[in-house]
């Protein structure tokens, strides 16, 4: 399943849901990114199993964010502090959420969209006085398949499949095999 907010605009089509479902470890059961302050659901990756239906289950019963401003993005952040959720949930660093989540520069100045990248969140301007329609029209005509967009989304995966070796190996040597869920 690919969550994908409202406010979102895809801005590259030659980019495949599948590169993003395929970064899906198989020990995971959901794959989001972590914007400026914490994890931004905007666009998000769930695996259609167990834990992913009792994680959803868990996020709808937390009606004490019914009014958050963040909605089910509060419910989720405060699902994901569960341990036993957290383990399982893969969170794409801040400084690759553009290949998947990317924001306009007015959200985060330091990693915003830039041509190649896949999606356009226009997260919190709305709520910020901004005028999202005027900034949606600002990026009609930046469609694009940059192959920038597709060097960035291959670091984030050689530096990702680098650290995953390395803690592979470490566990290796102090963990005995077991089931990677619950």
Sequence with gaps: LVWLDADVMIMNP???IEDFINLLPDDKFMFIGHDLSNLNSG???????KIAHEFLEDVWAKTQYT????????????????PKYRPFI???PHKYVSIMNAYDPIVDRNVHWRPGDWALHLAGLKVSGHDEVAIQRKYIDKVCTDPAGRARFDA???????????????????QPDHAPYP
């Design 156 to 174: 984030y995966v050689a530096e990702r499949a680098a650290i995953m070796a390395r803690l592979q190996s470490v566990r290796a040597q102090s």
């Design 43 to 49: 666009v998000f990756v769930l695996r259609n199993d």
């Design 14 to 16: 030659e980019r495949k």
């Design 90 to 92: 893969e969170v794409l």
């Design 67 to 82: 009014h958050h401003p963040w909605w089910e993005q509060a419910a989720i952040i405060d699902a994901w502090h569960s």
